[in-house]
C-alpha cells in the first residue's frame, strides 16, 4: 500500500515538518508537488522530483531532490519555493486567525512535466500551517493616534513587548506578531501609514506617534514595565532606528535590510526636525523582467550635506541588531549596517550588533514563508525587485528568526516568564 505521511500536519507555520513516503516501486522516478490557494484564490505551487530507494521508501530528510525547484536535501525545499502563477504575486497571510493555509502535498509517479497538471496524483495529504496558536488574543487597538493590532499570549504574564512593523507597502500586517505572540511575546503589529485614518502617503514622520505607542504597550498590564522592544523591515526598519536613538522606552531594536538615515520624507520629534535624504529617481533601474531595482537609488549618507539626515545611534538606550541580506536589491542594506556599526564604534557604543546572511534578500521572513524574490508594490508602477537565492535566503529566514528571538528575550527585562 502506498503512504505518504507529512508530520505533524497540524502546525505553526515557522515550525519543520517531516515527509516521508512508502509502498512504491524500488529506484522509482516520482515528483513531490505542493499547493496552496491565498486568500485572494491565488494559487502558489512547487514541485520537486525525487528517487525512491532500495525499499521504495522516500524521507526528505535524506532524500535529495534531482530537479525541479531545487536540488539537494531540503526538507522544507517544497515550501521554501511555493511560488505564484500571476507573476509578482507575494504570498501574505491577512487573516491570521480566522484560518491556516492549506498546502496540498501530491506524489506523482514519473517526472511531472507540467507543474499545473491536472493529473490525478497517486496519494496526496493536506496541511495545515497557522500563523497562531489558538489561546493567543488578538486586539483591535485604537487608542489616541494608534492603528494597530495587539497579540498576546496566553497566561497573566508578565511577557515581553515588542512593536512590530513592515515596510513600503503600508496598511497593517499582522503575521509576525501573531507568530510572535505565539512564542511568548506581547506583540503590537503598527500601522503608520496607507491604513484606517492614517495618511496614505508617508510625506512626514512625527515619532511621537511611535513614541505613543511605546508608551501604551510599556503600560499595558501584561507587559513587562522595563522597556519594549522593536522589529522593523525595509522603511520600518528606518522607524524602528529612530526610536532606538530617541526613545528611552525601547531597550531592544532589531533592524531587517533598512538604512542608518532618513529618507525620503521629513522627521520631526518635539524641537528637532531633520531633512530625509532624496531619492534618486534617475537610478531606479528596470530589470529583463520589467521590475525596478532601487538599489542604486539612495545618496550616500556620508556626504557632508546629509550628515545631519544621519541617526545618532550611539544616543540608543538599549541595544540594536541588523540583519542583513548581502543579495537585497531594495536597499544597499549592508552599506546602511556598515556605516550604523562604525558610528557607534567611534562613540563607544559596544551593544550594537549585525548578522549578515550571505545570498539572503530583502524579504526576511519568519521561517516557512516562500522565497519572494519580485513582487508588485502598490506605490510603485513596476514590480520591485527584492533579490537573493533561494536555499540562501530561506536558510537564513530560519537562522534570523532564532536569532532575533534570543536577542529580544535577552535585552528586554522580564521578571517573570509565563509557561506556554
Known sequence: MIGLA???ESSLVDEPVKIQAWGLPSQELITLRAWLKDEKGQIFYS????????????NLETSPAIGGDFHGVYPMGLFWSLKPTIPFSRLIKRDVMGSPFHIHLELYSGMMLSPLSEETPVVSKVVERWYVTPRVQRLQIREGRIRGTLFLPPG????????????????LLEFRS???ASRGFASLALAYFAYDDLPIYLPHVDLTYFEEAAQFLQSHPKVS???VGVIGICKGAEMALAMATYLPQVLATVCINGT?????NTFSYGDLFLNGIPYQAERFLVTDTGALTLTNAMKDPRK????DSVFPVEKARGSILFLVGDKDQNYDSLFFAKEAMARAEKYGKKDVYMQCYPGAGHLLEPPGSPFCPVSQSPFFPLPLTWG????????AQEISWREMQDFLRKHIPCSRRNKL
Open 260 to 264: 542608518n538615515a532618513v529618507n525620503g
Open 156 to 171: 497573566e504574564g508578565p511577557f515581553p513587548g515588542v512593536i512590530d512593523m513592515f515596510g513600503g507597502i503600508g496598511g
Open 178 to 180: 501573531s507568530l510572535l
Open 388 to 395: 537573493g537565492e533561494l536555499l540562501a535566503h530561506c536558510r
Open 6 to 8: 507529512v508530520t505533524p
Open 225 to 227: 514595565g522595563a522597556g
Open 47 to 58: 514541485r520537486a522530483f525525487y528517487t525512491t530507494d532500495t525499499e521504495g521508501k522516500l
Open 304 to 307: 557632508p550635506e546629509h550628515q
